[in-house]
């Protein structure tokens, strides 16, 4: 995963043509305002990305139990968004044969492999192509599936036409299973 701010929309583009072998296979946490042009860039270049969402922060360098909730305020000391405490980050990948259970929220910073399963009860995002099983009760997933993978949400099952070839958000309003493209949009919640 990689974390850029957007300052000047040109050095933003130069940086990315230098260095775009780097953020191929990653997950990019971008902040800032996103405009058309480097969104479209985005896009070309077939890169996965975040908009001015906070993803939590690791204290030390030692597991990803150490993540720490945040809270963002506004100016009236109003709570706006508290990110999970129980967020668990994933670099790894979930092989064959291999099953995940998650009581909370996970990141998973790697592909699932056919075969592979995650049973999550809280939120997911999966940056790689997922072939395997998922089966999420959170209240949103964000992944990019392969015509194997086998999807549930909410003991749905998504098919997977809806999924393919692009990231997707999957999320759950008033009782209605919601899917939409992430590249198309600039921010999410």
């Known amino acids: 995963m990689f974390e850029v701010n957007i300052t000047d929309e040109d050095e933003f583009i130069t940086f990315f043509d230098k260095n775009y072998i780097l953020f191929t ?3 990019i946490s971008i902040s800032g305002l996103m405009n058309e042009k480097i969104q479209n860039y985005l896009q070309e270049k077939n890169l996965t990305y975040i ?5 939590p922060r ?3 360098k030692t597991t990803s ?3 720490v909730a945040k809270e963002e305020k506004n100016e009236d000391k109003k709570p706006i968004n508290k990110v999970q405490d ?3 980050v994933i670099d790894k990948l979930v092989r064959s044969g291999q099953e995940l259970k998650i009581a909370g929220d996970l990141l998973l910073l790697n592909r699932v492999n056919s075969g592979g399963s995650i ?3 809280g939120n997911l995002i999966v940056t790689q192509l997922v072939e395997g099983d ?3 009760n959170g209240n949103f997933m964000m992944l990019k599936v392969s015509p194997k993978a086998n999807i549930v949400f909410h003991d749905v099952e998504v098919d997977n036409n809806y999924l393919q070839e692009r990231l997707n958000r999957v999320e759950l309003i008033n009782n209605e299973i919601r899917i939409t493209p992430v ?3 600039t921010s999410w919640g």
């Open 25 to 27: 296979n990653h997950l």
């Open 51 to 55: 908009v001015n969402i906070q993803l």
């Open 58 to 60: 690791q204290k030390g």
């Open 65 to 67: 139990e150490n993540i």
């Open 86 to 88: 129980n967020i668990k």
């Open 119 to 121: 049973l999550i009860e």
């Open 134 to 136: 998922i089966r999420c």
């Open 183 to 185: 590249l198309k949009e």
